[in-house]
């Protein structure tokens, strides 16, 4: 079945460093990929999505590619805030009708 | 209201009561969700209703009954619930990925924050 693989946490930062956290897929169709944004206390945020082989999603300075050639959407940002601190899910969703299917989840601290 | 409404916020309970959360979502979406959110585990996909119907029952044990009287609203009826049912309970809502160009794009809501005493 369909699977969505991201790097164990927590990941720790300075502020104004640059982050990368991995997100790997395994899908039997051509799924749209996504990003998903839980700050403390919230429900999850939509940060950024890419529906094709390609696409760049971008929002707030966080960017990712959807790779097809090495099944990854890894997200990026050139310079994080105290304010990205929060926790990042990697997701898709394959064809049809069917539910989102998430990893577990990466925990970001930034710290001043 | 915009986007996806939950109701309460918070709630204690203890395993003899029973109680509902309920969500409401105000984007005219078609699929509406229930998720766990544990500590220290993955999201677990509990129920999916799309148009009002039933289409996935995630092994849920029966101490939780899902309704969904129409596409913008869906409660979680909760019974004898257990210690470990403690966690933040999501609901999401999405479109008819048949309407949205064959994305499933979901919305969240902010969750219930439940204990189990």
């Known amino acids: 079945g369909d699977s969505v693989t991201q790097m164990e946490g927590p990941v720790t930062l300075s502020e104004e460093a640059f982050l990368t956290i991995n997100c790997t897929y395994t899908a039997t169709g051509y799924p749209s990929l996504f990003w998903y944004v839980q700050y403390p206390g919230e429900g999850l945020q939509l940060l950024l999505k890419a529906t094709k082989a390609d696409d760049k999603g971008s929002n707030k300075g966080f960017e990712a590619t959807y790779r097809k050639e090495t099944t990854s959407f890894h997200l990026e940002k050139g310079s994080v805030q105290v304010s990205d601190s929060a926790v990042y899910f990697c997701?898709?969703?394959?064809?049809?009708?069917?539910?989102?299917?998430f990893g577990k989840g990466t925990r970001l601290s930034v710290i001043a | 209201e915009t986007g996806v409404t939950q109701t309460p916020r918070h709630l204690v309970m203890g395993m003899t009561n029973k109680k509902s959360l309920k969500c409401e979502q105000h984007?005219?979406?078609?699929?509406m969700y229930w998720y766990k959110q544990s500590a220290k585990k993955p999201l677990e996909l509990m129920f999916v209703?799309?148009?009002?119907?039933?289409?996935e029952n995630n092994s849920v044990p029966s101490r939780f009954s899902p309704e969904c009287p129409n596409s913008s609203h869906l409660f979680l009826h909760l019974h004898t619930l257990q210690p470990e049912d403690s966690a933040l309970y999501l609901c999401a809502s999405s479109q008819d990925p048949a309407i949205s160009g064959g994305v499933n794009e979901q919305f969240f809501g902010p969750g219930t924050r439940l204990t189990v005493l």
């Open positions: 209703y799309n148009f009002k119907e039933q289409t």
């Open positions: 984007l005219g979406h078609n699929a």
């Open positions: 997701a898709l969703s394959d064809s049809g009708n069917t539910p989102l299917v």
